[in-house]
């Protein structure tokens, strides 16, 4: 059972307040040392933001049936299942999947520019951080909103190259000398490559791109995910955008065939 449509996203925007996004930027710095905390923390805020957008869509957590394109090991599946969503991960590399040692039944290896499900299987799609790691996010993206059901939404969150975590854990100001800049001195000061290595997993993905992919979509909103409500507005304002906005939503509705 559906709820009413917001049009002011009524329920995101409440979410979105500086003292959420200080306690999510603390959890940044156990990224690599201490990864439970990290995803932890990011599972729950993401399973919190995908309710607040299915309240604002008119749509229904509970009940419904929700993809993670690029679920990695599982931190996220208890999130929703604790919300009653039908939780279902899809995630390319075998090793990614075992790391934490979590067991899913729901999910499966397969590639998100070409998911291995029907048509219009999901009333919700989401991939969190993952269009900077793959070459073809826009593919990426088709795909989600071909497994989406008419109606449903497709959200998909990245890191924006030009904001100050588009290096990833390469460093805050490395990658605006230049990617593969960035990786050479991490592997240089830490004696061993970065995880995520410029042109393999790491890519270039700007705001602009998500804008202008989604121009002849129906997008529902489109604004920083760690930033306050009152500063949503950055995303209308070329170049800053760019560097203020660090990591982009763009929430989509599935048009009716």
């Known amino acids: 059972m559906g709820n009413k449509p917001s049009k ?15 306690k999510l930027l603390r959890a940044f710095r156990f990224e690599q040392s201490r990864p439970d905390i990290f995803y932890g923390a990011l599972a729950r805020d993401t399973a919190s933001l995908i309710d607040a957008l299915c309240r604002d869509t008119g749509l229904s957590l509970s009940g419904a049936k929700v993809l993670d394109v690029g679920g990695g090991p599982g931190y996220f599946a208890s999130e929703f299942e604790n919300r009653g969503a039908l939780y279902f991960g899809v995630e390319p590399d075998a090793g990614e999947m075992a790391a934490a040692g979590i067991t899913l039944s729901n999910s499966v290896r397969g590639d998100g520019t070409a998911l291995p499900f029907a048509d219009g299987t999901f009333e919700v799609v989401y991939s969190s951080n993952v269009a900077e790691h793959i070459d073809k996010p826009w593919a990426m993206a088709d795909e989600m909103l071909r497994v989406t059901r008419p109606g449903g939404i497709a959200v998909i969150s990245y890191t924006a190259w030009l904001g100050p975590f588009g290096g990833h854990e390469t460093g805050l100001w490395q990658h605006y000398i230049g990617g593969e ?8 000061v830490h004696g061993h490559p970065p995880k995520n290595v410029w042109g393999e997993s790491l890519f270039a993905v700007s705001v602009r791109e998500g804008l202008d992919y989604a121009r002849d979509k129906e997008l529902l909103a489109a604004f920083p995910r760690y930033h306050p409500a009152w500063a949503w507005a950055i995303v209308r304002m070329p170049v800053l955008r760019e560097i203020l906005t660090s990591n982009l939503v763009l929430v989509l509705r599935k048009k009716p065939a």
């Not at 002011?8 to 200080?22: D, E, G, I, P, V």
């Not at 800049?181 to 240089?188: D, I, L």
């Open 8 to 22: 002011s996203m009524q329920h995101t925007r409440a979410l979105a307040t500086f003292s959420r996004a200080w």
């Open 181 to 188: 800049f960035a990786r050479q001195r991490y592997e240089k």
